[in-house]
């Protein structure tokens, strides 16, 4: 196939495309220079908006591609999850377990059996209506002492622990220690050692603390967190699932746009005002999940899904804008058109 072919599709299909592709090709290049392809790309994705003398409608268009980029990636990474590895578990576990608290007897308390925590266990039908409890978080999986209480110097033991650690194989960060503040002269009274280490898709948190009620005498509490990082293939996945989503947004607000740019006033009014309105509904909650996006793409436990507070807090913000959203498609799929030449399909 002709190259200029692939890449003058960003072009809305019309005589505008075959014109550019008649006289771009008439030297008898078949292919665009690298340089030429990212300005074809950007006056086509232009093009597809139509209303050459507005910019107000590349402001919608951007918005609405940022809010479908990241339900794409939304959906992508949910289902990116589900071929993650798990938590470790038999002789892996075991082998962990020995490493953290060697010569005890031991427990493992995974939160949840799902890939999320949320302490209502939903169905997929109640999430869907509903969505998640406040608390949803990603699943992780706890290991300890069967008695909890571990005898000695939680100091001492973090130290060895740490050695442990790095003698198979993990990387040990430093030991951070924890206890309450003195608020009149911001003194942190310890009572406690929080060490995390990394090995493959596992981060793990071993926390020591003197302060639980009934730790017996000369003992402490100790647990050790285990929280899977993100999978390489899962994040890949995510973006090529926000880039799907920002595409069909792009598309769909062009098809609208030049479907019902000379339409009568009624009509335009129809698919401007519930745009502007939904948008105003769902733009902090996309910015705010993009973001926790990016900072979770830079690694480490993920802690919540990206997409946390469009499904909690603001989840009724989101049902009742993706309703208004549908006003526009309707109004330009049943009266765009009517004032002017059919407008072309966004192929």
Known sequence: MNGYRVVLRAYPKGPRREELFDTLTESGRTRPALREIP???????????????????????VLIALSTGLLGAAVASRLAWETAPDFPHGARLAAIQ???FPGMRHRAERDSDALFLDIREPSV??????????????????????????????????ETTAARLAASGWDVGPT???????????RLMQDGTDLKATRGG???TVEALTSVVDTPPGS??????????????????????WLAGALVGWLL????????????AGVRSLTREPAVVALVLLTPLTLAGT????????????????????????YGLTRIAALISLVPVVAAALCGGRDAAPAEAPS
């Open 125 to 158: 039908t109640e999430v869907l209506l509903h969505g998640h409890d406040e608390d949803v978080a990603f699943a992780t999986l706890a290991i300890g002492p069967e008695d909890r209480f571990v005898r000695g110097d939680y100091r001492a033991w973090t």
């Open 39 to 61: 300005n074809l790309l950007r006056h086509g994705m232009r093009a597809r908006l139509g209303r050459p003398a507005g910019r107000g409608i590349v402001v919608i268009a």
């Open 220 to 241: 402490f509490e100790a647990t050790a967190t285990l929280e899977r990082r993100t999978p390489a293939h899962v994040s890949v996945l995510t973006w090529l699932g």
């Open 291 to 314: 973001l926790i996006l990016l900072v979770q793409t830079a690694g480490g436990p993920p802690g919540v899904p990206f997409w946390f507070y469009s499904v909690t807090y603001g």
């Open 202 to 204: 596992i981060t793990m």
């Open 98 to 100: 020995e490493t953290v």
């Open 253 to 264: 607000t062009g098809w609208v746009s030049r479907r019902t740019e000379h339409a009568s």
């Open 176 to 186: 951070v220690p924890t206890g309450a503040t003195e608020i009149a002269t911001g």
